[in-house]
């Protein structure tokens, strides 16, 4: 059992930065793929970022590339997610998520789930 807890999210302004964490327990963190997902109320569950089990391969939503960056630091079992040039429509509740089987961005891929984190971005 994997038990991820986010964090860092909050409200802020267009145009701000926020950077997500998402601390994950056990000590097989370093074999799991690692993504985000966002909902915003009313919307469907949205692919955000993906990092691979090494942190060698990268993915992003169409909506967030070039201004998302996914990343992960085995040492201390984090995967981060720093989101630059925020917009209103990013403002959703996030999910970290952890895959042991496939990579990929589809949310049937992962196994484990946080509570969530909630980002909102004022206009």
């Known amino acids: 059992q994997v038990q991820l807890v986010e964090s860092g999210g909050g409200l802020v302004q267009a145009g701000d930065s926020l950077r997500l964490s998402c601390t994950a327990s056990?000590?097989?963190?370093?074999?799991?793929?690692m993504g985000w997902f966002r909902q915003a109320p009313g919307k469907e569950r949205e692919f955000v970022a993906a990092?691979?089990?090494?942190?060698?391969?990268?993915n992003y939503g169409d909506s967030v590339k070039g201004r998302f960056t996914i990343s992960r630091d085995a040492a201390k079992n984090t995967v981060y997610l720093q989101m630059n040039n925020l917009k209103p429509e990013d403002t959703a509740l996030y999910y970290c998520?952890?895959?042991?089987?496939?990579?990929?961005?589809?949310?049937?891929?992962?196994?484990?789930w946080g509570q969530g984190t909630q980002v909102t971005v004022s206009s």
């Open positions: 998520a952890a895959s042991a089987g496939q990579y990929g961005w589809h949310a049937q891929l992962y196994d484990w």
């Open positions: 056990g000590r097989t963190f370093g074999s799991y793929h």
């Open positions: 990092v691979n089990w090494n942190g060698g391969t990268t």
